[in-house]
C-alpha cells in the first residue's frame, strides 16, 4: 500500500537525520489553538456564494469551499503521484532541487534561513518549466499536475468574479483578468510533512511551514485529511483548521488586500507538524503579471486615500525574496497618512 510505504519513509527521514527535531524551533503556543467552527463555508453551487465570500474575505480572509467543481479523480491522480515523488529515496528527490526558484527543496524554505519540517516541489504554472520534475514516471505525473492546475485556475476564475460581484465592482473579471493572462506569475506548491514520532512521545509541537501570509492574490489548499493548518484571528490567537479531504482552503493574499485598500485581509496562517500521520498538500497561488502595477481599484477607494504606496508585482516579489517568512512584507508598502 503507497500509505505504508509512506509512513515507512518518513520514518526514516526521521531516523537518518541526524540532527532529528532539535535545531528547528518548537513553538509552545498548542493552549491558545483550539478546533472550531469558525471557518465560514461556501457552496459554490448557491447564489448567496458571492456574498458569503466577500464577508469572509473582509473577517477573516480564509474561507472554505464545497461544490468546487475539481474532480475527485484529478485531485487523487495528483495526490498519487505527488506521494510516488516524496517516497523516493533522498538523493532521487535531490536531482529535482535545489528550488532556485522552481524545484525540489526540503527543511529549507526561501533562502533566508527559515526551516520547518517540510519537504516541497515549488513549481511554476508555466507548462514548460514542470518538465523539470524527475521521478519514476515524470510524464504521469506532469499530466496529473496540468489537469489538476487547469481545473484549479478555472475555481481560482470563478471565485476571484465572485468576490468582485459581491463587492459590486465592474467590470466582473478586474481580479480574474490578473489570473487568467498568459504572463500571469502564479505559482503551484506540494508541500509534504512526513509524521515525526518524536513529537508523539514527547508531546511537543513542531513548525511544518512557519507563520506567514501568501504575496499573491489568491491561494487555493486542497491537504489530504492530516490536521495541521492553522490561521490567525484579529486578535492574534491561532484556531486550528479541521482537515477536509474533498473542500479545498482559499486565502486572501497580500495583492487582493492592497487591491480592496485593506477591505480584504491577507491572512495568516501556519502548519505544525504531526505526530502520526504525514501531511500533503497542494496549494496554488494566484499571482498577476510581473508588470502589474498592485494598487487599489478606484470603485473600491470612495474619495479614501490609497492606504499603500504603487509597486509592480515584480517591486513586490524582488521584496518578498529578502524576507523571512514571519516578516510582514506590506509594512514597507504602506502609505504613511499625511496629517
Ligand atoms: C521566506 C520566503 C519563502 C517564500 C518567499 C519568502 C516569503 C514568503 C514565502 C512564500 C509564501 C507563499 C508561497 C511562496 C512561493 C511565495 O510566493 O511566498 C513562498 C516563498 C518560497 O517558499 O520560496
Ligand atoms: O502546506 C500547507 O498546508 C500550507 C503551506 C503554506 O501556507 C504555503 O505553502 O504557503
Ligand atoms: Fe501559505
Redesign the pocket.
Known sequence: MPHQSLEQAARKMVLLSKATTEQYSYIKTCMSTTFSPQIPIVDLSKPDAKNLIVKACEELGFFKVINHGVPMEAISQLESEALKFFSMPHIEKEKAGP?N?FGYGSKS????G?VGWVEYL?LTTNQEHTFSVCGQNPEKFRCALKIYMSSVKRMACEILELMAEGLKIQPKNVFSKLVMDKQSDS?F?VNHYPACPELAVKGENLIGFGE?T???II?LLRSNNTSGLQISLRDGSWIAVPPDHSSFFINVGDSLQVMTNGRFRSVRHRVLANGFKSRLSM?Y?GGPPLSEKIAPLPSLMKGKESLYKEFTWFEYKKS??G???A?N?LGHFERIAAS
Open positions: 528550488p526558484p524554505i526561501g533562502h533566508n527559515d515549488l505559482v506548491r506567514h501568501d504575496p499573491q491561494s496549494i497561488f518578498i525574496y524576507s523571512r517568512l516578516d512584507r
